[in-house]
């Protein structure tokens, strides 16, 4: 494929979709986006980690060639204007697996967000957020080593579907009319209005997202977190079709809590996932107090956005959680901040929420052994407390370094590994 300033780099080699699962040579080429603000501070600070686990692990035999693409105010500077480019959505569609940095979004105008855009243009309809706990990170939990969840969230329905309506405008007007008149809907005048669209298709793909993970790394329950006692038809029906697929195309591997009890004595037999499911708000109040007992989650946009970060705050902050927005193949590895523009160029920030996702990038593609150095090297870092201001600031004792010097000293375990 020709791209006008995209420059996919010689001798690497794309990945490719065979026979439904994904093909992945020892010469990658991956993308990556840089981002805005603080974004090339820590990107640069990841990639030198990133390629010194991959050098470590393999010694040579694999290498990551990294294709650079461009949104946000970098790609406007790039493509006249347009922070959005149609070259670079072909590009992570082409790649297959990308990372990226934050992104400028506007707060009540402007352009609309480039990451809400990214997934609903290329349908990455989860969002997976791995929560665990590190030794040494500052934490407000008694025991926060209980933690240890992946979030599997809902990216394209919901109220984040952007079918909104402006007080006052001729749509949000017209739409008010209908629904009191036609449908004796009650609400006061001149409110702005929004459309939640809730989906079985949108749900049971999510769920069984959600479930093939629990299968495929072993863990013992998958919990859908929802609404629906009080929005019944549509957090409810996501609770419902998640039950649904479950029993459909899972029957062999899963339970539900219900029959956990009933049959099992609440013990769950070997092999066997449970399906149980949670109010949202008691959830977030159960991932405070008894956090072992979930594994899995799914849910739905607006609650997985709360619920990844307050859990993320549990183990240390949305500074050192990865993320990625996922498709059936294509995916998209990101932080899970936002661009910290008051910071931007100070190399002060710590890069360890991209530096995460990128060891899920390489978990995902099957290099578990970058994602494993670069884990064990974090640890290990933070039991020296050699830290960014951040965590110095919250640990007597410490070491504050810069963004690239949280990176040296990364790297230097990684080599000693």
Not at 51 to 71: C, N, P, T
Not at 94 to 116: A, E, M, W, Y
Not at 234 to 252: D, H, K, M, S, V
Not at 386 to 401: H, I, Q
Request: aromatic share 10%.
């Amino acid at each position: 494929m020709e791209y006008r300033n995209i420059q996919i780099p010689e001798g690497g080699e794309k990945l490719s979709v065979k026979d439904g699962k994904l093909s992945v040579p020892d010469n990658p080429v991956l993308g990556f986006v840089e981002g805005d603000g603080i974004g090339p501070d820590i990107t640069s600070a990841c990639m030198r980690v990133w390629d010194a686990a991959v050098a470590r692990a393999y010694g040579g035999r694999r290498k990551v060639y990294w294709a650079e693409l461009y949104l946000g105010e970098k790609a406007a500077g790039i493509y006249d204007g347009d922070y959005f480019p149609a070259e670079t959505l072909a590009a992570v569609q082409d790649l297959i697996v990308s990372v990226k940095g934050p992104l400028t979004t506007p707060v009540g105008g402007g352009f609309r967000s480039l990451n809400v855009s990214l997934r609903q243009d290329l349908d990455l309809y989860a969002c997976v957020r791995p929560v665990r706990y590190y030794r040494g990170v500052p934490s407000p939990l008694k025991r926060p080593e209980e933690v240890d969840v992946v979030i599997f969230r809902e990216n394209t329905e919901d109220v984040y579907a952007g079918i909104e309506y402006q007080s006052g405008s001729e749509e949000n007007e017209k739409l008010a009319r209908f629904l009191k008149h036609e449908m004796g809907a009650d609400f006061f005048d001149g409110a702005g209005l929004g459309v939640k669209p809730i989906s079985a298709y949108g749900s049971k793909r999510l769920v069984r997202k959600a479930i093939q993970y629990a299968v495929d790394h072993q863990k013992p329950s998958v919990t859908l977190v929802h609404k629906g006692n009080i929005m019944k038809f549509t957090e409810g029906a996501f609770r419902n079709w998640g039950y649904e697929l479950a029993r459909e195309e899972f029957p062999e591997v899963t339970i539900t809590e219900d029959e956990l009890w009933e049959k099992y004595d609440g013990q769950a037999p070997a092999g066997k996932i449970v399906i149980k499911d949670r109010i949202a708000d008691i959830m977030f109040q159960l991932m405070q107090l008894r956090p072992a007992e979930f594994d899995v989650i799914a849910t739905m946009n607006l609650n997985g956005d709360y619920l990844s970060d307050a859990l993320a705050a549990e183990v240390g902050g949305i500074g050192i959680a990865p993320g990625a927005n996922m498709a059936d193949h294509v995916a998209v590895f990101e932080a899970t901040h936002g661009t910290a523009p008051k910071y931007a160029n100070q190399n002060k920030v710590n890069p360890s929420s991209l530096m995460f996702s990128g060891a899920m990038m390489f978990e995902y593609i099957g290099w578990t052994e970058v994602a494993g150095l670069i884990s064990a090297a974090f640890e290990k870092t933070i039991g020296d407390k050699v830290v960014t201001y951040d965590f110095a600031r919250l640990m007597d004792g410490a070491e504050k370094v810069s963004t690239s010097g949280f990176a040296d000293a990364l790297i230097r375990h990684i080599e000693s590994a």
